[in-house]
């Protein structure tokens, strides 16, 4: 299957402006298309993941990031910013979304995999 960039456009969706995430101390939970989005802003570029915990759910949301590394705070599960992929096997990987930024300001999320 071609794909154009007129369908790559069509994949992403406005999520927020880059502003907003980092006054939310560089994370920002946000629903695109119903689904739970968390945003994060580390190291000058936008990551997305699901915002639900492999695991067993805890909004990776209120978890931290060091070293492009997202730890989730109940059993301390860790994910790669970058892709999701998880360090700790128990727990799977988190899925992540391809981020743009557009306008200088504007985060578009790549909501293709979202059902
Ligand atoms: S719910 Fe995230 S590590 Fe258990």
């Known amino acids: 299957m071609v794909t154009t960039s007129k369908d790559h456009e069509n994949h992403y969706a406005y999520a927020t402006n880059l502003s907003n995430i980092q006054a939310s101390n560089g994370c920002l939970s946000i629903q695109i298309r ?38 989730c705070h109940w059993h301390h599960a860790r994910f790669d910013l970058k892709n999701g992929g998880t360090f700790d096997q128990w727990a799977g990987d988190v899925h992540s979304f391809p981020v743009e930024i557009r306008n200088k300001n504007e985060v578009w999320v790549d909501v293709s995999s979202i059902p």
């Open 34 to 71: 119903k689904h739970n989005v968390a945003l994060f802003y580390h190291n000058s570029k936008v990551y997305a993941v699901d915002n639900r915990c492999p695991h067993m759910g805890f909004p990776l949301s209120k978890g931290t990031v060091k070293d492009s590394i997202l730890t």
